[in-house]
């Protein structure tokens, strides 16, 4: 795959916004949203992809609640990218959240500690990166928010905080923020809050669901961006596929 | 990857020449993963190999019939046939009696011909004699399976269900059991899992040794705990956490309709491998009409969700849902649904809906 050609996904990314692709990068919210039957976790991977390319000297903050690093390590070098070799440049900032705990459901303040350090982390680091020279846009990535709430043991609003946080990041640092998190969780109406005030902080909301008519070996599913363009299912799926028929010639 | 994939072309590369590796009972597998074997033939094959290593396995259970106990008897029996330490948690006051209800391993010889044939491709009997040329492909994977066979160690064998496993299996293994009521919260349960995962973890990519853990009926309302839901969200998440960083397979049972539906979402989120199994009503008139070899299922098996570890592909089955037999009352089968040649409504509203795009593509003679 080359870089140069624009997929899809990133067509529909970049022309909802005007001006040119410098005005674009600066910090947006994107909010990924899947489902049982098919995950999104893929759109992560792109975009941890895109802003990792050897020619920008974009940072990203991962925030992993899913999978330990060996996991997106060998799916980022099946792409193309080098995550060891990104840590050690200073680019990739890996936050490994797999065994977070905030103890104590019924603790009170003790239980906000864990994402309160997380964050405090964050901001080091954001600071850090955009004190050093050049232009260089941070993006934060969290895999997934679902499980950021399992570990705060339920209580979203610890969570939404978390994120407002973040979120404030944007407006100081021009941060990007990419959140993946699954909509069919939040079905009922005590739980719509979260994904709802998720969405109206977004900028572009991505969400990845089945096809009606079932899965194909190909196509897998459709995408659905924020402006409610229903983007023809092939564009992601069919990057995968494509992907993997060419992954001989990458020479691992 | 591509490899793995069971196909139903006879151009496909032969599954069953994968590396094995030097731990009894593990398989090496794509992407650097590793593969225990669930105690299912058949099921390794759908899954791809079978259980992915440090992946969380979540069974649906029917609510009615005991059917997740097929898979879980299966599973550890493996486990103990490997000797693998294995670790079972179940709501009954003395879950050390389930262990004798473990099913035997099979002898091998008397079974050969029937086995290594991919579930889609197992044929009936008339024309199991018909050797044409789409068909040579079987009797190469059976030559094949042999040969595997003659090693000492299998890596998955076929259990009798009727035979209690022997004694000797049990001697010098560890087998650690839990009984979910004893405490009012998981905290002792996450504990004992702890410990055991920190026995068998892995010193960075060598495996050592691999572990099994099965709990039984999670949330069943026996438990004092099964009100909590966040707490056992994240007694979850902290296990398939600790299993990811050790080499362990956890396989939980949970029956559904105990769990708020949003949990229960939480719940298949968290899980790398999902299962369902429905047992089926005996006397429906309709399915007995709609599907062939009504009479000899069990139930029903749907793949939600495959183990997808250091790779974004995602597994796409043939069929997702698959009948449950007993091979002559013995050894646990699964098959792919094969719709009988009746009028064909094929838009029918019943809940097994999926077998009609799963048993279309997978008919006996594809050309």
């Known amino acids: 795959m080359d870089n140069s050609r624009p997929n899809l996904l990133e067509e529909a990314l970049v022309e909802d916004v005007i001006g040119s692709v410098k005005t674009q990068k600066r910090g947006r919210v994107v909010v990924v949203e899947d489902c049982v039957e098919t995950s999104a976790a893929f759109v992560l991977h792109h975009f941890l992809k895109r802003s990792l390319q050897p020619d920008s000297s974009d940072v990203v903050v991962f925030i992993a609640f899913a999978h330990p690093f060996s996991h997106y390590e060998r799916i980022l070098r099946k792409m193309g990218c080098n995550l060891a070799v990104q840590r050690k440049n200073q680019r990739f900032l890996f936050l490994d959240m797999l065994m977070l705990e905030c103890p104590d459901r019924n603790g009170g303040e003790a239980k906000d500690d864990g994402l309160l350090t997380l964050y405090g982390e964050i901001e080091k680091a954001v600071e850090i990166y955009s004190s050093l020279e050049g232009s260089r846009t941070i993006t934060i990535m969290i895999d997934d928010v679902s499980l950021m709430e399992v570990a705060a043991n339920g209580s979203s609003n610890h969570v939404l905080d978390f994120l407002h946080y973040c979120y404030t990041l944007k407006a100081k640092y021009g941060c990007s923020l990419v959140t993946l998190n699954h909509e069919d969780i939040y079905s009922s109406a005590n739980t719509l809050p979260l994904i709802l005030q998720l969405e109206y902080l977004a900028d572009v909301i991505i969400k990845a669901e089945p096809l009606a008519t079932g899965l194909a070996s190909d196509v897998h599913g459709q995408e659905c961006k924020d402006d409610y363009a229903v983007l023809p299912a092939k564009n992601i799926m069919a990057k995968l596929w494509e992907h993997r028929c060419n992954r001989p010639k990458f020479g691992f | ?367």
């Open chain 2, 1 to 367: 990857m591509a490899s793995s994939r069971p196909r139903g072309s006879s151009f496909s590369r032969n599954i069953s020449s994968a590396a094995t590796s030097q731990i009894p009972g593990v398989k090496l597998g794509p992407n650097g993963t590793s593969f225990l074997s669930s105690g299912i033939p058949d099921l390794d094959q759908i899954l791809g190999g079978g259980f992915t290593l440090g992946s969380l396995v979540m069974v649906m259970e029917d609510p009615e019939a005991p059917h997740h106990m097929l898979l879980l008897r299966n599973f550890m029996s493996q486990g103990l046939v490997h000797k693998q330490p294995l670790l079972y948690a179940s709501p009954e006051r003395d879950p050390r009696g389930f262990l004798g209800t473990l099913p035997s391993p099979m002898a091998s010889k008397d079974e050969k011909p029937h086995e290594r044939q991919k579930p889609h491709e197992r044929p009936t009997e008339q024309d199991s004699n018909l050797r044409i040329a789409w068909q040579y492909k079987k009797y190469l994977g059976e030559q094949n399976s042999e040969v595997q066979r003659g090693g000492k160690a299998e890596y998955c064998n076929d259990f009798d269900v009727r035979k209690p496993l022997e004694r000797h299996f049990y001697s010098g293994q560890r087998v650690d059991c839990i009984s979910l009521r004893d405490s009012p919260n998981l905290v002792p349960v996450l504990e004992r899992c702890s410990a055991f995962s920190s026995q068998i973890s892995k010193s960075d990519s060598n495996i050592t040794c691999a572990g099994r853990i099965a709990i039984q009926s999670l949330c069943s309302p026996q438990c004092d705990f099964s009100d909590k839901e966040w707490d056992m969200l994240s007694f979850i998440r902290s296990l398939k956490g600790m299993v990811r960083s050790s080499g362990a397979v956890a396989v939980i049972s949970f029956p559904p309709s105990l769990v708020s539906p949003t949990f229960l979402k939480r719940w298949q989120h968290l899980a790398d491998t999902l299962i369902s199994v429905k047992a089926i009503p005996d006397e429906d008139k309709e399915l007995a009409k709609l599907l062939t070899g009504y009479q000899d299922m069990l139930g029903l098996l749907s793949v939600h969700k495959v183990a997808r570890m250091n790779t974004q592909v995602p597994a796409i089955l043939e069929a997702t849902t698959f009948s449950m037999k007993l091979r002559k009352r013995r050894a646990l089968i699964l098959e792919c649904l094969n719709q009988a040649p009746v009028d064909g409504s094929s838009g029918s509203s019943y809940g097994t809906s999926s077998s009609c795009s799963g048993s279309s593509k997978t008919g006996n003679l594809d050309f």
